[in-house]
């Protein structure tokens, strides 16, 4: 892992030593790792859609994470605490693990029954959870100006995939994708308040395995009967996945989850489907439409109104 990603990484760890005490507001640092996450994330529902009817969900899951574990073990071996967890938290890996895999496993279903494009917005609704959580769980406190911000993002995302949206699809695998989103976003304010007692990538790397077994434990009980067909393209989007998504992008977040606000990182997720559309717009030699134009302004001012919103959140009380 060599540049921009590295100094990324390296930079969070190092200012996250020992265990995450009061949360942060968002700075210029916490709004380029959380565009960098949202930037690899972007093209997961495309990645996912290419493979996972070759692939069986939980399957591709399972896969995907074994490809992130040695990802995952780089970043954590150059944090402070490496792979220790005190012996008293040990029943925590477990409970993430399964948060893990059922997230993920979720969504690569109702991805392979849906949309690329309509998984992008339901996978996204998780800020709409994690915010009215982190003020309740997390005693953070969200000011007007994030609260607006939210609601242009999230607006904006809507503007962004409205064509998509009208155009149909299966109620079923949406509700799937929901869900997943839903999961995401309890996992994440979940993992938020562990983040007092153990640190955060050493979480992210135990739980891996557990994930790991639970996922391929699912696919031989659940999916014994499907078919396997892994060509070149199919091994590219899994190895994306695994590396970009679970590795790189979910060690990064992690990390950003433990030092800044969750309400607050959570909104800038809402860029997720906008680098997802924007890079198929210039892969496919799409048009740049006015809703695209719309949709990025009112995400962008969105994101801007989170950022100024300087309000620091009691988190680590």
Not at 211 to 220: N, R
Request: aromatic share 12%; charged share 10%; proline share 5%.
């Amino acid at each position: 892992m060599t540049g921009p990603e590295e100094s990324a990484v390296e930079s969070v760890s190092k200012s996250s030593s020992g265990l995450p005490g009061k949360s942060r507001a968002l700075d210029g640092f916490a709004i380029a790792g959380a565009v960098f996450c949202c930037a690899l994330w972007g093209g997961n529902a495309v990645a996912v859609k290419q493979v996972v009817g070759d692939v069986p969900p939980m399957g591709l899951a399972g896969f995907r994470f074994c490809i992130s574990l040695p990802m995952i073990a780089l970043v954590v071996s150059r944090t402070p605490q490496r792979f220790w967890i005190p012996r008293q938290h040990w029943w925590l890996i477990p409970i993430h693990g399964l948060f893990l895999a059922v997230q993920v496993s979720t969504f690569n279903w109702g991805t392979s029954h849906g949309q690329a494009g309509r998984s992008s917005v339901f996978i996204n609704v998780h800020p709409l959870v994690i915010t009215p959580l982190s003020v309740w769980i997390l005693h953070e406190h969200v000011g007007w100006k994030a609260l607006a911000g939210l609601f242009s993002a999230f607006s904006g995302v809507i503007v962004l995939v409205a064509g998509r949206l009208m155009a149909g699809g299966d109620p079923k695998a949406d509700v799937i994708v929901l869900c997943s989103g839903c999961i995401f976003g309890f996992q994440s304010v979940f993992q938020k308040w562990c983040y007092r007692k153990v640190a955060p990538a050493s979480l992210l790397f135990w739980q891996t395995p557990f994930a790991i077994v639970l996922c391929f434990l699912g696919t031989a009980i659940f999916e014994s009967e499907s078919e396997w067909n892994v060509d070149q393209s199919a091994m590219i989007a899994i190895a994306y996945q695994g590396l970009a998504v679970s590795g790189l992008g979910f060690s990064l977040w992690s990390l950003l989850l433990g030092r800044y606000e969750a309400a607050s990182l959570a909104a800038l997720g809402f860029m997720t489907p906008l680098f997802g559309i924007s890079l198929g717009t210039w892969i496919h030699g799409e048009p740049v439409t006015s809703s695209l134009i719309l949709g990025a302004t009112m995400i962008g001012f969105g994101v801007y109104l989170t950022a100024i919103d300087k309000r620091t959140g009691v988190a680590g009380r």
